[in-house]
């Protein structure tokens, strides 16, 4: 059974930094691509980051220069360093392995993000 557990969320002001992390079980993590999708309110869910199984990395033009991805093989999770927050950045973060462009399995509970200004 698949399993994407997020957690790190919390509320933060304008400027300041959070650290995502998701714990994957359930899959062979090493041969998947992961991705951090995020859904703001009265939105649809979007890709901010890709991490493929080697370790290359790309990034929604929103976000570039100010998140970054990095996975850990060993324990099967993948993190998601955000700095210089926005109020725009605010929304629930989910992971989810990506295959063809695509988000793969069922949604985890995700973790809420908001951004004071």
């Known amino acids: 059974q698949v399993q994407l557990v997020e957690s790190g969320g919390g509320l933060v002001q304008a400027g300041g930094s959070l650290r995502l992390s998701c714990a994957a079980s359930?899959?062979?993590?090493?041969?998947?691509?992961m991705g951090w999708y995020r859904q703001a309110p009265g939105k649809q869910r979007e890709l901010v980051a890709l991490?493929?199984?080697?370790?290359?990395?790309n990034y929604a033009d929103s976000v570039k220069d100010r998140f970054t991805i990095s996975r850990d093989y060993a324990k099967s999770t993948v993190d998601l360093q955000m700095n210089s927050l926005k109020p725009e950045d605010t929304g629930v973060y989910y992971c989810?392995?990506?295959?063809?462009?695509?988000?793969?399995?069922?949604w985890g509970q995700g973790t809420q993000v908001t951004v004071s200004s």
């Open positions: 989810n392995v990506v295959r063809n462009g695509a988000p793969f399995h069922v």
């Open positions: 359930g899959i062979i993590f090493s041969i998947n691509h």
């Open positions: 991490i493929t199984n080697g370790g290359s990395t």
